[in-house]
């Protein structure tokens, strides 16, 4: 089964993803940055990345950078944010961010996303 990690550093937000995602993906939600990218480096199955970059915000861009910029991993990114700044398009568009969804955002559009994502990558 495909996986979807969650670096996300509350605990309610990844018991939301969780209760969204578990029915059709394995669901692995990490609280920081360091659990993230160990798991990234050791799962050969992970499907898509979704970041919340408003918590450890520097470590969390930094995630990001590295996972995009790197060869090693074919991994969509979503990344979930309070508000919406130009400092933050600038970055999404700078990493090639592949989503992006505004809190509080409907967790049906963010499965479709994630959805069309993976199969997508899956086709590519």
């Known amino acids: 089964m495909q996986a ?3 670096v996300n550093g509350n605990k309610a937000m990844n ?11 394995d669901f692995l939600p990490v609280s920081d ?6 798991i990234i480096r050791n799962e050969k199955n992970i499907s898509a ?15 990001v950078q ?3 910029s ?6 969509p990114v979503i990344v979930l944010a309070t508000e919406n700044s130009d400092s ?15 809190k509080p955002f409907n967790p049906v559009d963010l499965i479709s996303a994630v959805k069309n994502l993976v199969s997508a990558e899956v086709l590519s």
């Open 33 to 38: 940055v360091f659990h993230g990218m160990h």
């Open 15 to 25: 018991f939301l993803l969780q209760t969204v995602f578990e029915k059709e993906f």
């Open 88 to 102: 933050l398009q600038q970055k999404t568009y700078e990493y090639e961010v592949d989503e992006i969804f505004f």
């Open 49 to 63: 990345l979704i970041v919340d970059v408003d918590f450890q915000p520097q470590q969390t861009w930094e995630l």
């Open 4 to 6: 979807i990690l969650s």
């Open 66 to 68: 590295h996972i995009k």
């Open 70 to 75: 790197s060869k090693l991993y074919e991994v």
